[in-house]
């Protein structure tokens, strides 16, 4: 069975990657890449039996740096919302 994992990372470099952040996930910038995704996870799903889809690590550890842990909660309620 097929694996994703979408990180949206990373949350320690210097210079951060535009887009995708957690923040703007949670501000809701990006929904219409997020609801086109997973309207392609559903046709995938019905097509060929599903896949595991994961986004964070494990919830309780401290791997990451940067404004993750401020960030992360209304991220990952927004998209929960969705």
Not at 3 to 18: E, Q
Not at 23 to 50: L, P, S, W
Not at 66 to 77: I, K, Y
Request: aromatic fraction near 18%; hydrophobic fraction near 30%; include cysteine.
């Amino acid at each position: 069975m097929p694996f994703v994992y979408g990180h949206p990372g990373p949350f320690d470099l210097s210079t951060p990657i535009p887009g995708f952040s957690p923040k703007e996930i949670a501000q809701g910038q990006h929904d219409g890449y997020i609801k086109r995704f997973a309207q392609g996870a559903t046709d995938f799903g019905k097509k060929y039996g599903g896949f595991f889809f994961t986004t964070f690590p494990e919830m309780n550890g401290k791997w990451f740096h940067g404004d993750e842990s401020e960030c992360r909660s209304g991220m990952e309620a927004h998209l929960a919302n969705i």
